[in-house]
């Protein structure tokens, strides 16, 4: 009794310092974690204690409907408090990091103007880092915005090979879609005459980095490696880009066991088909063809909320008709099949998502990086020691400017061999890889020595002919 009413009064005394500190003041919390560790939970109980609104940092979350498949906060959960950035853009829409962070920015800054505390959510690990840290460029000029993401572009001149000039980049203003007849190689050699530091980085595959390149260069008239070098040198900046935005900033780590947190989303994804996801995707599905045949529009599954997992796993399924599925003895192996697809391709993404965090967040470099507080969501009844009472002494502690209790320890920085995130290029195989331990995998492969094989003996047929050639010339 005593320990709840300790925890009251400085949750009381918390809102009070809320209330009058300065913008300035004001701590930004952001909870990262895999997909599947719990963060809407935390985030929900965080907000239930503190003067707090919730930012979500999701890229797909913020398009309407499809609740299920992008695993939203429920609708009861969402009028518990405020959510920003979500389930407010057409599904068909393109939304960028850039767009993100110019919304999400003005929502932290006017919460933070009235003394709420943002709290930054959510499983898209880059949108997080272009809050936190100063690392994207911005355009010079607002009639240019447009220009910087991927909106705008019906109509939008569609230019051939041979109009691919360095003058003629410079002068026209660049979209996506203004390179659908031409290959991603094509434009990185481009990109490789233009700005071959920033092409070294990006694997030639990569069109939509290729292009953004691109757009920059169009926009600044100068390399975007120029720019973040540039950025790398302002005061607190470091080799991955710019200085921290908020220096008052705290990140919560929910972290869990990898098999416990296997089992766990595949548990998810049994529920969310139990929950009607079919029929949602079904619905979906329908509603677009239904609208792109109107409007005489060619099926394009690469931008909005088709990039979601989910889209790809089902979509043989959601091809076949009504009485196809009902008849067709192979249509339950197909949707057997793409729901172990979703749970695999689930648990990939995870990975990724802890990946990012260690490269990213946790590794040691030069880079100014919040206090990272792991929280273990492996026991859901340790919840109470493990995450919610940990997670409200931290934030109280950033409220009010005090020290957090000395038995809660931020993460330490981890060492990262810099080679793994090196791109290195095979040209005897015109293959790139990323990293030094693939690179040298690559080398000892069959395949690697197939193409030296084959190089060589191109060289000497070469040779053979050139000579065959001198002793015609002689005779």
């Known amino acids: 009794m005593k320990r709840l009413s300790s925890r009251s009064d400085s949750v009381m005394n918390t809102m009070k310092t809320l209330k009058t500190m300065s913008a300035r003041d004001v701590p930004l919390i952001a909870i990262i974690g895999s997909t599947g560790c719990s963060k809407t939970r935390l ?122 000039t360095k003058e003629r980049i410079m002068s026209e203003p660049i979209y996506s879609g203004s390179f659908s007849d031409i290959s991603s190689e094509i434009l990185h050699k ?118 979601s997992i989910g889209f790809k796993e089902f979509h043989k399924y959601l091809l076949l008709t009504e009485e196809q599925r009902k008849t067709n003895p192979f249509s339950e192996i197909m949707l057997r099949e793409s729901t172990e697809s979703l749970k695999y391709v689930t648990k990939r993404y995870a990975r990724h998502q802890l990946k990012w965090i260690r490269n990213r967040f946790l590794r040691l470099n030069d880079r100014e990086v919040p206090n990272i507080y792991r929280l273990d969501t492996t026991s859901p009844e340790l919840w109470t020691q493990e995450v919610f009472e940990p997670s409200m002494a931290i934030v109280s502690a950033y409220v009010t400017k005090s020290e957090v209790p000395s038995h809660i320890k931020p993460v330490p920085k981890i060492e990262v061999n810099e080679n793994h995130s090196k791109r290195f290029q095979c040209k005897d195989c015109s293959k790139v890889l990323d990293g030094l331990v693939a690179y040298e995998a690559h080398l000892k492969s069959k395949g690697h020595e197939y193409n030296l094989k084959l190089k060589r003996k191109r060289h000497l047929e070469l040779i053979s002919i050139l000579k065959s050639y001198e002793n015609e010339i002689k005779s």
């Open 43 to 164: 985030s929900l109980e965080l907000c239930h204690e503190f003067r707090a609104e919730i930012i979500s940092a999701d890229s797909m979350q913020v398009y309407c409907g499809l609740d299920i498949i992008t695993n939203k906060a429920t609708t009861s959960e969402r009028a518990l408090t405020p959510h920003h950035l979500i389930d407010f853009l057409d599904p068909m829409s393109r939304f960028t990091v850039t767009d993100f962070r110019n919304r999400a920015l003005k929502v932290i800054k006017d919460l933070m103007s009235r003394g709420i505390v943002p709290i930054l959510v959510g499983g898209t690990n880059y949108y997080i880092e272009s809050i936190l840290w100063e690392v994207l460029i911005d355009s010079n000029q607002e009639l240019d915005e447009k220009c910087l993401v991927f909106d705008g572009e019906e109509g939008c001149h569609q230019w051939s090979e041979e109009e691919l």
């Open 190 to 307: 481009i990109l490789e005459q233009l700005d071959p530091i920033t092409a070294l980085e990006i694997h030639p595959k990569n069109k939509r980095k290729v292009i953004r390149s691109l757009q920059i260069y169009q926009q600044k008239k100068r390399p975007k490696s120029e720019l973040i070098s540039e950025q790398k040198t302002m005061n607190g900046g470091s080799q991955l880009g710019g200085p921290l935005r908020f220096k008052n900033s705290v990140i919560l780590w929910m972290d869990c066991d990898n098999n416990v947190l296997n089992q766990r989303l595949d548990k998810r994804v049994d529920e969310m088909m139990e929950r009607g996801l079919i029929e949602e995707l079904l619905d979906f599905h329908h509603n677009y063809n239904k609208q792109r045949i109107s409007q005489n529009l060619s099926a394009d599954y690469s931008k909005g909320i088709f990039q």
